[in-house]
T-cell receptor, first 114, second 109 residues
């Protein structure tokens, strides 16, 4: 019954070691989002895909990249994780991405950087 | 800029009503949302209200919107210990959501 699935739920990586987080959806939604949420803070949008069209937020560091090989899957790549990248990473989807279109969130991946 | 603000903490006794408040600045917001986040989990959509509505009720949840003052509230009737979580309001001033900082609701038995 899961609609937005994130794997793994917990990820531990070493400082500077590349890591990839995965998101998949069964809703067939056009738009997929990646948010970063640090402890006790609001989720912050990193980027989103409208279909295959990638949209980066202006303040998203270059260290963060994303891939969307097909409608169902979207990946977040962190090329050289720093201690400040430890956070919960949330994937969300929406049908059209239009203003007011409801976003559905996955359970998140908690990233620890040692 | 677009800002969404919430109080950080609310403590209530089980069985009481909880009211969580939110203010936003973007007058063009069309939908306003309430999400719930339990510890270590993702965001669960609770309810939303369209900007041309004043009130929406959904079982124990009541959302009030004062568009003139850009004030949104979430009332939880008969609050239970399972309602303990962080509650985020969010507006849709942009293509993506703009979240408040979240209100931590603590329900005491």
């Amino acid at each position: 019954d899961a609609m937005v699935i994130q794997n793994p739920r917990y990820q531990v990586t070493q400082f500077g070691k590349p890591v990839t987080l995965s998101c998949s959806q069964t809703l067939n939604h056009n738009v997929m989002y990646w948010y970063q949420q640090k402890s006790s803070q609001a989720p912050k949008l990193l980027f989103h895909y409208y279909d295959k069209d990638f949209n980066n937020e202006a303040d998203t560091p270059d260290n963060f990249q994303s891939r969307r090989p097909n409608t169902s899957f979207c990946f977040l790549d962190i090329r050289s994780p720093g201690l400040g990248d430890a956070a919960m990473y949330l994937c969300a989807t929406s049908n059209t991405g239009a203003r007011g279109d409801t976003q559905y969130f996955g359970p998140g991946t908690r990233l620890t950087v040692l | 800029g677009e800002d969404v603000e919430q109080s950080l903490f609310l403590s209530v006794r089980e069985g009481d009503s909880s009211v969580i408040n939110c203010t936003y600045t973007d007058s063009s917001s069309t939908y306003l949302y309430w999400y719930k986040q339990e510890p270590g989990a993702g965001l669960q959509l609770l309810t939303y209200i369209f900007s041309n509505m004043d009130m929406k009720q959904d079982q124990r949840l009541t959302v009030l919107l004062n568009k003139k003052d850009k004030h949104l509230s979430l009332r939880i009737a008969d609050t239970q210990t399972g309602d303990s979580a962080i509650y985020f309001c969010a507006d849709t001033g942009r293509r993506a959501l703009t979240f408040g900082s979240g209100t931590r609701l603590q329900v005491q038995p």
